[in-house]
């Protein structure tokens, strides 16, 4: 039971350039400085290349290919991100196989790394750049990995964004779960744990919200991510797919040793989580805290929010994985059930 949410490289050393310092009109100095910004590029992109591509490890090239008896062999979504990378930490402790899909357009790659080299161990961990969005690369994804399960994190999760872009919330978050479940459907992948949201309830009349409580979303965030709820639960009907949906509200904290984190892009901070506000404005990066909503029936007008720390949550969707049954559906609203 829930309470309602209202909601550069390093410079050469011995040598510095600056654009001040810089002469444009100088014929011989232009054509260097050119193929330096050429070199720069080049390196970046190769970078880029070895960290988007899976190294496997000569003395079994084929790990990720094979179902091995003993190992769970996981698909995370969305795993360069808050939630997910999380997710793929905890189910990298407990002995899974993950395999990380993400096009880091809110994913960050600072998060596989720190995984990678955690992990650094054949067959344990690899990351792929992939759009969900892209049937055909997920597709192939698919053919050329054996995975025994997918837990679906992947997903634009701004409330007030969605109000802004919703198409592209229907699209990242309705068509490309459409997608995932397609490829799944294809290559026999029979466990299915949706990381959802509880905006699908929208702002229920009784209070406290349950699982059976009528899903009412207001915003396209909501919406999007009840469409694809539904389209899980119809496909789970004609096949014998295990299937856990998760419903949650705000998510704060981070992983306990400060191996990762929450680092949302600048240009998302004013649609970000208030945790994200609170740091920022703690470190001067904003003037103060703007708490939004003055209305509400509490005691200072102020939202009252259901939090739950995103290691507890991970711990959920991973015990979620472990309780999955062929042929069931599970759906569970995922909080404290007390308000702050």
């Known amino acids: 039971m829930l309470p309602s949410n209202r909601n ?29 910004l050429v070199m720069l590029a080049f390196l970046t992109a190769m970078c880029i290349l070895m960290l988007t591509h899976p190294q496997y490890h000569s003395s079994c090239p084929s790990v990720f290919t094979v179902h091995e008896p003993g190992v769970t062999h996981v698909l995370v979504t969305g795993g360069a991100g808050y ?10 402790t407990d002995s899974y196989r993950v395999t990380i899909v993400d096009n880091l357009s809110r994913g960050n790659i600072g998060a596989i790394k720190v995984l990678q080299k955690l992990f650094p161990q054949p067959g344990r961990l690899q990351f792929i750049y ?10 192939r994804i698919f053919s050329e990995n054996a995975f025994d399960a997918v837990m679906h994190f992947a997903a634009v999760a701004y409330v007030g964004e969605s109000t802004l872009e919703p198409l592209r919330y229907y699209h990242n978050i309705t068509a490309n779960t459409l997608v995932v479940l397609e490829a799944m459907a294809s290559h026999g992948v029979r466990t299915l744990i949706y990381s959802s949201t509880c905006a699908t309830y929208g702002e229920p009349e009784k209070m406290p919200i349950t699982e059976e409580t009528p899903q009412v979303p207001i915003n396209p965030y909501g919406k999007a991510k009840k469409m694809a709820e539904e389209i899980i639960l119809d496909f789970s009907k004609s096949t014998d797919l295990a299937v856990m949906i998760l419903r949650y509200f705000n998510v704060i904290g981070s992983d306990p040793e400060g191996r990762l984190g929450e680092a949302p892009r600048p240009e998302l901070r004013e649609h970000g989580r208030i945790s994200g506000a609170c740091f920022d404005a703690a470190l001067g990066i904003i003037p103060g805290l703007k708490v939004k909503g003055t209305d509400y029936e509490t005691p200072d007008g102020t939202c009252i929010r259901d939090y739950i720390d995103v290691t507890d949550l991970v711990d959920a969707h991973v015990k979620a994985l472990d309780k ?13 059930g007390k308000g702050t």
């Open 324 to 336: 999955a049954q062929r042929g069931k559906v599970g759906i569970y609203n995922v909080g404290t």
């Open 8 to 36: 550069r490289q390093q410079p050469r050393a011995g040598r510095s350039w600056s654009f001040s310092e810089m002469d444009f009109s100088d014929p011989k100095r232009k054509p260097r400085f050119l193929s330096k």
């Open 83 to 92: 939630i997910g990378s999380h997710a793929a930490l905890r189910l990298l």
């Open 130 to 139: 992939a759009d969900l969005g892209d049937a055909k690369s997920v597709n």
